[in-house]
């Protein structure tokens, strides 16, 4: 936990206990997180603000593509999901 006790998603998010459910929360922080960062960047180029704007734009796309990767680790455990290119085990006889 942070100085002020609120939890974070770092204590939220324990790596014995990972669901999918966690990995879609994780996916969402972290585009949530991007949002804001481009925000930022756009702001800070409005501004002329060129080392900020520089400096968003890549926080954001960290974050992008640690939304990425939890969102894949997600869409790959999820059970319910069925490989559209299975190939069979057997061949069928014309």
């Not at 204590?11 to 804001?36: C, N, P």
């Not at 409005?46 to 990767?69: I, M, P, T």
């Not at 559209?84 to 061949?91: A, I, S």
Request: proline share 2%; charged share 30%.
């Amino acid at each position: 936990m942070t100085e002020n006790n609120a939890p974070t998603m770092d204590d939220a998010f324990d790596e014995d206990s990972d669901t999918i459910g966690d990995y879609h929360r994780m996916a969402a922080h972290h585009f949530q997180a991007s949002a804001k960062h481009h925000m930022a960047a756009a702001t800070a180029d409005d501004d002329g603000n060129d080392e900020a704007a520089a400096r968003h734009a890549y926080l954001a796309y960290r974050h992008q593509l640690n939304g990425v990767q939890y969102a894949e680790i997600a869409a790959m455990e999820s059970e319910s999901l069925e490989d559209e290119f299975d190939v069979p085990t057997e061949l069928e006889a014309d």
